[in-house]
């Protein structure tokens, strides 16, 4: 599906590259031999997996805030990308009520600094917004959103989301209608996999709870994600941008999520990750329901990738039991302090094998 020469000494700016997706990125678009600017804030104190992997002496790494416009143009200037792929978020949900400006601030204005720099370039040919599976109005439905559905996030996260996507419509419909620059979104389910350390996240949990002796504390056991392994996306956001860059009629809004069966509920992932640690390991890792009260979350989400699997060919390649796996092999890699970095290479070249 995807042509990994294509971005042989391609000029790629990715914003938020430190985060987690970010970090994955990198090492994919190193392998395939891109030229990568990356531009985000300063990795988090702590365990991070942008530090760790040790990917930011392959490629240009920028310190920024995109919502610093005049610094934002200055590197868009001095890089000239071809592609941009806009990755930089405040992506927690739980955070986003404690700070909702701060998440309106860098998940809506950053989004209009980063399109507008794209404007104001003549080197930009393809770009690729990011979002959410969460962008949709959640009426808890049993089927899979479609990406004609209404944007109505109910979070400030989610929100602010909702209104990134309509954003990058206007921008698209205003400023790019001289088919010189391609405009897409992808709206991606949950992602899981090896150097997630973030809070309130199922498998940075999983780990905190191996590394204290704890069992696993679920704060919503029955609420179902699309849960898929974090290099589904990251293809799937290249395929696109590979694509369209080619050909403008692949620009459009995406759903990127995992088929029917990988559609699970948090305390069945929590109990699979609990299974296959317990068998590598040799332990007794087990998981509860956390009481504590929480602010509101969906209950019900998943995806109809009906339209990218049609146009573009895409479909995801690991089901539940094996993006468990890969995550649980970079977890034991990384608590017997061993090579985390080799394990994501290997990863990403099975994955790749499997187009």
């Known amino acids: 599906m995807i042509n990994s020469q294509f971005y042989k000494e391609k000029k790629i700016l990715l914003t938020g590259h430190t985060g987690f997706k970010g970090a994955w990125m990198c090492h994919v678009l190193k392998e395939m031999g891109a030229r990568v600017t990356g531009y985000a804030l300063k990795p988090p104190d702590g365990p991070n997996l942008f530090v760790l992997s040790g990917i930011e002496k392959d490629i240009d790494s920028v310190e920024g805030d995109i919502r610093d416009l005049d610094h934002l143009k200055q590197v868009f200037e001095r890089v000239q990308p071809e592609i941009v792929i806009h990755m930089a978020a405040q992506p927690i949900v739980r955070e986003s009520y ?200 969906a209950n019900f989400l998943k995806l109809d990738c009906t339209r990218i699997k049609k146009q573009l060919g895409w479909k995801p390649r690991w089901n539940y039991k094996e993006m468990v796996a890969k995550t649980v092999e970079w977890i034991c890699a990384y608590i017997r302090e061993e090579n985390v970095t080799e394990v994501m290479l290997q990863q990403i070249k099975s994955y790749i094998h499997e187009y």
């Open 98 to 297: 404690k700070n909702p400006v701060y998440t309106y601030d860098v998940n809506v204005m950053g989004t209009v600094n980063v399109l507008e720099c794209v404007r104001q370039s003549g080197s930009v040919r393809s770009f690729l917004n990011v979002t959410t599976d969460k962008v949709y109005k959640n009426r808890e439905w049993e089927w899979g959103y479609r990406e004609n559905e209404e944007l109505n996030g109910y979070d400030p996260y989610s929100n602010s989301k909702s209104c990134s996507e309509l954003i990058t419509e206007s921008y698209k419909n205003s400023f790019f209608q001289n088919g010189e620059t391609a405009i897409s979104t992808a709206r991606a389910g949950n992602v899981i996999g090896g150097g997630d350390f973030a809070a309130d996240r199922i498998i940075p949990d999983c780990l905190r709870a191996i590394e204290t002796g704890k069992e696993i504390a679920v704060r919503n056991p029955h609420s179902t994600r699309p849960y898929q392994h974090v290099l589904e996306p990251v293809f799937a956001y290249l395929l696109i941008a590979e694509k369209q860059y080619k050909d403008l009629k692949y620009a459009g809004n995406y759903n990127v999520g995992p088929e029917e069966e990988s559609c699970l509920a948090t305390g069945e992932l929590a109990e699979e990750f609990c299974r296959q640690w317990n068998s590598v390991a040799g332990a007794g890792l087990k998981w509860r329901q956390d009481g504590e009260p929480g602010p509101h979350e």
